[in-house]
């Protein structure tokens, strides 16, 4: 059973007689505080996100987040330009592109290379997509199997690579708690199209999958923000850490936890602290 550290913090504070339930209020007014700075349109212009913002397609949506997503190596503005040079690629309509396309446009994709993903890794993505999509409207129910947000993501790697020529060298581009991965870029590309507000930065275009099951998402900015504030103890950022930091943002909001990631993460990149 998932220990509380929010619980232990809140206890050694220096108020050590202000009620509990006092003190876990103050922290959600802190944090919804900074949600309400952070969740705004103007979010998308700095960070990946912008990238399916630019469509209105529901797969070319799910498409261009899942690259996005899976390609957050490093200072956004790189990431972004890379996506957008894929997305070009891909003549700014990856749905059509991945549907459609004849072995001979498979050329331009050639020297796409991000990091450690280059076009032997791309290539795999297209290939498995266009095979989904042969049979499935929305990406979307290959994250539906499973009773639990680990098994949904163990189940989709096992998904995503059972084609017979899945390279080896491609799986890492996919993260699997079975690896004991925390599962950041899955866990932000399924913030990004399940969550729902009025904010619009978030999609909200999957209506299966209930926002009160996803797991926050932890890079370096998250990492040093929960640490001070009690949410994660755990030394290993992994998929147990994420879990960790999880339940106790579901004691601030159960229905939508991963909601502070705006807050924690946008702190932790303005630098500031909360």
């Known amino acids: 059973m998932l220990r509380s550290a929010l619980h232990d913090v809140l206890f050694s504070n220096c108020c050590p007689l202000i009620p509990l339930h006092l003190k876990i209020e103050q922290l959600r007014h802190q944090l919804d505080t900074q949600y309400e700075r952070y969740n705004r349109p103007e979010f998308i212009q700095n960070d990946p996100i912008q990238i399916p913002h630019r469509f209105t397609l529901r797969q070319d949506v799910e498409i261009s987040a899942l690259f996005a997503a899976l390609l957050a190596w490093g200072q956004r503005p790189t990431i972004i330009n890379k996506v957008n040079e894929l997305m070009r690629r891909m003549d700014d309509a990856p749905h059509q592109f991945i549907t459609q396309h004849h072995d001979e446009d498979l050329k331009g994709l050639l020297g796409f290379c991000h990091r450690t993903f280059c076009d032997t890794d791309l290539l795999y993505f297209v290939h498995f997509l266009r095979h989904w999509y042969e049979q499935h409207d929305s990406l979307e129910t290959a994250f539906l199997v499973g009773h639990t947000q680990r098994e949904r993501l163990e189940n989709f790697h096992t998904t995503f690579f059972s084609l017979p020529d899945a390279p080896s060298r491609t799986r890492k581009h996919v993260a699997t ?90 702190a932790g990149v303005d630098r500031g602290s909360l």
């Open 177 to 266: 708690p079975a690896r004991k991965s925390a599962c950041k870029r899955v866990n932000m590309y399924l913030r990004w199209l399940v969550r729902r507000d009025n904010h619009g930065v978030d999609f909200g275009l999957w209506t299966q999958l209930s926002m009160a099951d996803l797991i926050m998402p932890i890079d370096l900015h998250v990492e040093r923000q929960a640490r001070p504030l009690g949410l994660l103890t755990r030394k290993l950022v992994d998929w147990q850490a994420a879990e960790e930091l999880t339940a106790n943002l579901r004691l601030l909001d159960p229905m939508d936890p991963v909601k502070y990631d705006f807050a924690l993460f946008g």
